[in-house]
């Protein structure tokens, strides 16, 4: 039977289908660990307490949550620096994250299942997100105001939550200040030094020219003054409260209400209270600027680079891309040679994107930026203003890298459009323009979107290139701001992509840095599965569209 | 108005129905003569338009290949020279010892036997500064030694056993923005000769070098044939320096000594003969210095050969002094090394051999900051040579007279050429890659301070003795080890699911799986690197032997579930019909998977002691945390969707009739699988492996992430590897514009263009083939 079975040929139908269900599972299990990881960052887990007792040594009091945990060999984990006994074979150990770097320099460390007490869920637990330093672990005992006790036990919660939301408005509007009109009054000055530079340059530098630009100058400078103080004030407004909290250790200490971002008491909360936290971290995630290299805060600089340099991207790739591909399918004649260029553009959508990226940062960074800074830019010299990787030069390069995708799928449409139609046309008395301006290219549309929008799924996934030619891990500014000409095209940018790489890879604190990275791939994978789900849906449609069209 | 008005303003449109209808359109409308000439001006406008804007497009994508051309070029260029001035030496009448010039060739400086220096413009031979070295009366220069050029340190031996120890310096400053380079003498020690030899005989021959501790140590003999070695050690206090000098006398080599030289390290000591022998003292501890060994460095005239054995013309150190060049009377030009042999004793070893002289070598000088070194003969050639890529980059008769000196200015611009009869020409070199060479680039390399020759990539230098290593085959052995471990993960895979799906899978769940793998193949390959990097590799890690059993296990078990299928009651297996073994297989695998993964720790202890990784170590393979296994599956895992779907596509695009016909003739669906469709849809396969290859070979974000990016030459699973889109993605941001490095780097684009093209060409053609193919069947 067994030889019946196999002379059938079924045992390798069955391995071929065991081959596409992996391949099924890796996709799906890959994204879900994404979702999962990502989506599980900005839920309070529960705080735990235990006791840590290792044979021969005092036991430790731990407070902290669990983050991950694992079951390895006793010898991996002796290897470790960990006491197992001899006869144990298998280990289970937890990592907790304990929090206070700035205490202890151990906010992440893996514990033995074995030596752990029982777990028991503290009521008063506090977490602090902080400024600095990462979490706060300990118990909360005091609010204090200018250093006098205002709560205590059970009522400080209520007075916690109040003065912290103070606290967090004070720093949103000291930031307001800081980002825009601080940062504005800076790059008004730096214009005004600029515009003296080029007085100079040009020979026009005349006592009276000169003085009224320094008279701008300390005009601006005077409203910077204004602000500062106005910034002073609001810090020592922010500087008022504390919290007075006990370490799992049982040390006090006394938390400046100015640099706590979020408290959360998560063993008591209910689901509700959990929602709203998760929503609030959320938000922050999406729509907050990065602290402490990147580990903590949001990823709102890498998101708006991302989007503005494939928007910058598609306005450059559309045309040029439709204009070559009408190029190729309507006007050259066909033949060997278009052939070729065809298979020459198919194969440009194959070469490896550091290529691209090499050519970007040689011919257009280093080429091209460094003849429009001569020509134009003479008066920030030495200091490169184009000749440097920057947004436009990014576009550049990744509408070079897209171009093939743009032309492949706007033929493929174009091809697709029934002869009927364009003999119509033709037929009806417009010229060959008309027909392809009014007639065809319209018909053709959605098949240049389903390319644009491929194209712009590869380019919000592309990261090599970018490395090269205007992708940094810390912008300063937005390429996009309030100050004219508002779109800083020469201006270097963050990027979900690099950002991803520089967190996980390029960060001193890889294990605090872990969840946001989940949570980072997580924005990036959805926006390119979306994008590519809508790119199918047109295509699927128009497909149906033309085939009705043409019976 | 008819046609012709229409034809001058603008083509016709190509097709025929076309004037038939404006013809008649026109006799209807007149008036509209105006509209008309505008809408042919407009088709005009319009084809030139997108004539104009779809053929510069596709020349904008030619130039990238041309643009990646052009930077690479200079590195294979020749040296070239340009005469800028002749003049008599300047100064004094006496033979010249010495010259050379400071970095921005504003000064020369020469010595002269009279103990004359003299400051001079390169450009003019003009004077700028006359000095006389403190010679006593009576005295007179016998010998003359220089160190590393880069100290600008010189001696000069004398007739009574004295000696003096100088510098050439200068100072640099910047009045009213302009740079002024104000030459000087500086005495290390003391501005009077010092006391070399304790007897007063003349001294023959000084070899002199300043170590980095500011540690001087000199070599001299006498003409009695006596060689000592003199150290002066410079202690720097709060408020004082003290200098010790100490005098070592070392048994002499019993032939005449015309030649001392020292390394930087103060650590070796060779000494040239008259017979073409070098001796080598190891002299770290002057105390204790010890003679090693004699070494014949030109090579003997075979025995029948007229005349006498080639003697040493002149030998000089190259930047670094780790390796040393050997001029012989026969022209011939050899690099020797300190090399450890099998016993681990530093002997002279040659490494290498230039282009031979057609006479005698008479000056060989190396570059201030690179491996290179210029060369010239009796007869009047120079000759510009590099170690690392053995080139010989200029080979030229400059002067019809016999060429005392060649020497070039510290950044390797200029070159001053000393003939017999006391001209001094001056020139202007362009050297700018000297570095590369196809022998450095691909082949092994004997680089210094290694025992035999390798390849090896290190492109970044920590000081500037370092001998950079351009070797891309590490890079290229990297890419392809990554390459192939990705497609032997990700062929079977992709080729045998793309099979079931299109040809037992059932349409509807078709429609799910395949939209799905195409995603796949959208997704960021920053995720799948990131992922591979911080989970998947310290899983492995940690999981090694669930890494193998899943491997043995998976297909057992998928086998095993077949054939219990096979044997339920076929009432109960009809429920679920043909076409959904791979969903019913989801939980089956889902179930093995999270078997070998719980069994792991137990396997480990039970076969590999507790630590698989630890094994792996007892056993001489060496495991890298990011490996090469990890990067195959990452990697895989990003060229199975590409695979997946153009294979796929081939499959599903054999006609039906054939395959209908084989079934009708008898044949399992198994047999017309292997026997009709696979055929039929070879080339179809081919083309999509030929595909994700080149996908393989390009991908830069997985391999960077999930490596440890070390530039290993070896086929290891478990080491790491770089490859030469992450060595572009890692160093491209830290080299200088227009550099040797920074065109390294271009070239492997270049090279990275030029693989994954061939590899999509040759991909294209073979379904264009595939696609006639089906249309004829």
Redesign the interface.
Known sequence: MLKQWYKSGSPYIWLNAGAIAISMIMVVGLIGLIAVRGLSHFWPAAVIETTYTVPDEEPVRLLGTVRRSETVTATVVREAGFYVPEDQMIVTRHLLQLGNRDITSRDFAWYIGDHMGEWTYPENALVLERMTWGNFYGYLEAILEDGEVVAEGEAAWDELYERVARAVDLRQQILQIERYDIGGIAYQQEQIRLAQRRLELRGEDTPEAMAELEEQHAALQEEYEELDLHRNDLRRQMDRDSVRAETAEGRTVTIAMSDIVRAARPNVMSFGEKIGHYVDSFKEFVFDYPREANTEGGIFPAIFGTVLMVIVMSIIVTPVGVLAAIYLREYARQGPFTRLIRICVNNLAGVPSIVFGVFGLGFFVYFLGGAIDDQFFQAAQPAPTFGRPGLFWASLTLALLTLPVVIVATEEGLSRIPKSVREGSLALGATKAETIWRTVVPMAAPAMMTGLILAVARAAGEVAPLMLVGVVKLAPNLPMDGNFPYLHLDRSFMHLGFHIYDVGFQSPNVEAARPLVYATALTLVLIIIVLNLTAIAIRNRLREKFKSDSD | MSNESHETHGSP???P??PL??S??SSLTAPATGIRKW??V??G???Y???V???S??I?????FL??FI?VVPLFRAASIEHIATYPAPGSDAPTLHVAMERYMEVGVRFAQDGSVTFFDPATGEVKLEEMLPIPEGVEITSFGAGEPRTQLVAVGLSNGEFIIVQHDEDLSYPDDVRLVTPKLVYPFDDKPMAGDDQGRPITSIGVQQGSGGTIKAAISTDDGRLRLIEFSVRRTLFATETTRNAYDLDSPDTTINRLMISMDMADLLVGDAEGYVHYYRIRNPADAQFMESQRVVSRRGAQALGEDPEITTMKYLLGTVSLVVGGSDGSLTQWMLVRDDENVRRLTEIRSFTPHEAPISSINPEYSRKGFVTADDAGNIGIHFSTSHRTLLSKHAVDDRIRFAMLSPRANGLFLLDESERLHYYLVRNDHPQTSFHALWQQVWYEGYEDPQYRWESSSATDEFEPKFSLVPLTVGTLKAAFYAMLFAT???I??????AY??TPKLRGI?K??????E??????????A???FAPFVE?HLPAVFSVLIL??LG??L???L??MIPAKTRSTIPPGW???I??PV??FI?WACV?MS??L??WFF???MR?WFTDIGLTYDQRNALVVGIAMG?AV?PTI?SITEDAIFNVPKHLTQGSLALGA????T??KIVILTASPGIFSAVM?GL??A?????IV??ATGNSPVTNFNIFEGMRTL?AN??VE??ETE?GGTHYRI??LS?LV??AL??V???IA??VR?RLRKKYASI
Do not use: H
């Open positions: 449109p190509e097709s129905l076309t209808a404006s008649g359109y809408r042919g407009k088709n406008i319009s084809r338009f997108v004539g804007g779809g053929v497009v596709i904008a994508l030619g130039l990238i643009y990646l930077e079977p895979l992709a045998m699911g793309a099979i079931y799906t037992f899978m799986v939209p799905s793998i195409e995603i796949m959208a997704l960021p390959t920053v995720i799948l690197g990131f992922l990097g911080l989970w940690n998976m297909p998928i086998l579930f077949g054939l299928w096979s073994e791979a969903a297989l989801v695998i889902i998977g719980k720790p137990l480990d202890v002691g507790g630590d630890q895992f199975i997946f399992t669906p198994w047999q699988m292997m595909i080149g996908r070979v390009g991908e830069t974000m960077l992430m889109s572009i993605a491209m941001g514009v780097l271009f684009a990275l263009f994954t093209f590899f999509n060409t294209e053609i264009q």
